[in-house]
Nanobody, 125 residues
Framework: QVQLVESGGGLVQAGGSLRLSCAAS????????MGWFRQAPGKEREFVAA????????NYADSVKGRFTISRDNSKNTVYLQMNSLKPDDTAVYYC??????????????????WGQGTQVSVSS
């Protein structure tokens, strides 16, 4: 069983930056897609960004392209989300997910088998 622990959330003014981290333990995440999703109050969980097991492929939601960057360090079993030019619409709980299929790149929520507890990101106008 894998455990995912997110950190780095907080309150920031519009235009500011935050860097989220997600550390995996228990089972290595090195050969699996890792991704970030977010859920705002009253809304469904939505895809933000994903990175393939070797970092060779990335994918972003249109709403964050050019502002957010996903990266990973397999030596530390950690994935990062650098968020720049934050907007109030980015306010949500951000969840880290681990893909369920070995060496398979995916951006689909059902394909992520493990989740962290979430970290709150709040952007004030």
């Amino acid at each position: 069983q894998v455990q995912l622990v997110e950190s780095g959330g907080g309150l920031v003014q519009a235009g500011g930056s935050l860097r989220l981290s997600c550390a995996a333990s228990g089972r290595t995440g090195s050969f699996y897609t890792m991704g970030w999703f977010r859920q705002a109050p009253g809304k469904e969980r939505e895809f933000v960004a994903a990175i393939s097991w070797n970092g060779g492929s990335t994918n972003y939601a249109d709403s964050v392209k050019g502002r957010f960057t996903i990266s990973r360090d397999n030596s530390k079993n950690t994935v990062y989300l650098q968020m720049n030019s934050l907007k109030p619409d980015d306010t949500a709980v951000y969840y880290c997910g681990l893909g369920a299929n070995w060496r398979t790149f995916t951006v689909e929520l059902p394909d992520f088998g493990s989740w962290g507890q979430g970290t709150q990101v709040s952007v004030s106008s």
